[in-house]
């Protein structure tokens, strides 16, 4: 059975910094392409940031520069280091685990974590 964990989101100012994290398990993690992606009350769920297997990342333009997605595969968790956050930054973050993409786009598939608030205050 496969299982994501997303943890780490609170309330933060502006400014401020979170690390999200992923813990993944049922999985062959190690090969596994994953995502971070965020989604606010009445809006598409938006792609925020990939890591391949092989470590090569993607970042959506609104968060290049201020967040970091990386991954550890001994500890089967992918975590995302958001620095500099904004009000806009504010939603449910949602961790995919064996999804495909094909560069900037969300392809489909994989597994999905039950999501963890981030509140950026002003």
């Known amino acids: 059975q496969v299982q994501l964990v997303e943890s780490g989101g609170g309330f933060v100012q502006a400014g401020g910094s979170l690390r999200l994290s992923c813990a993944a398990s049922?999985?062959?993690?190690?090969?596994?392409?994953m995502g971070w992606f965020r989604q606010v009350p009445g809006k598409q769920r938006e792609l925020v940031a990939t890591?391949?297997?092989?470590?090569?990342?993607y970042y959506a333009d609104s968060v290049k520069g201020r967040f970091t997605i990386s991954r550890d595969n001994a500890k089967n968790t992918v975590y995302l280091q958001m620095n500099s956050l904004k009000t806009e930054d504010t939603a449910v973050y949602y961790c995919?685990?064996?999804?495909?993409?094909?560069?900037?786009?969300?392809?489909?598939?994989?597994?999905w974590g039950q999501g963890t608030q981030v509140t950026v205050s002003s």
């Open positions: 995919n685990a064996g999804g495909r993409y094909s560069g900037s786009y969300f392809l489909g598939g994989g597994y």
């Open positions: 049922g999985i062959r993690f190690s090969i596994s392409a």
């Open positions: 890591i391949t297997s092989g470590g090569t990342t």
